[in-house]
């Protein structure tokens, strides 16, 4: 599945729990933006998509934030 590989890919990407890196090295990995489970927008309007508990956020320029939900 789709959202499977891109948790996978997340995963490896961002062994610390939060990271920037560019859309090029996403989609090297073979990234797909159109799959993802869940979104959550910030009171500023933010959109971070999620792959189960690992997420991005689409910065200036191509560049991303990754990072990984906390457990509540």
């Known amino acids: ?5 891109n ?7 961002n062994p610390q729990g939060k990271t920037r890196i ?6 090297e990995k073979g ?5 993802f489970t869940s979104q ?3 009171k500023e309007g933010a959109i971070y ?4 508990e690992q997420g991005y ?3 200036e320029k ?7 939900k906390k457990e509540a």
């Open 1 to 5: 599945m789709p959202h499977q590989l």
């Open 7 to 13: 948790r996978r890919i997340l995963l490896e990407l």
């Open 22 to 27: 560019s859309r090029e090295k996403l989609t």
């Open 31 to 35: 990234f797909d933006f159109n799959y």
């Open 40 to 42: 959550y927008v910030t």
């Open 49 to 52: 998509h999620f792959c189960y």
């Open 57 to 59: 956020l689409a910065l």
């Open 62 to 68: 191509n560049w991303y934030l990754l990072v990984t």
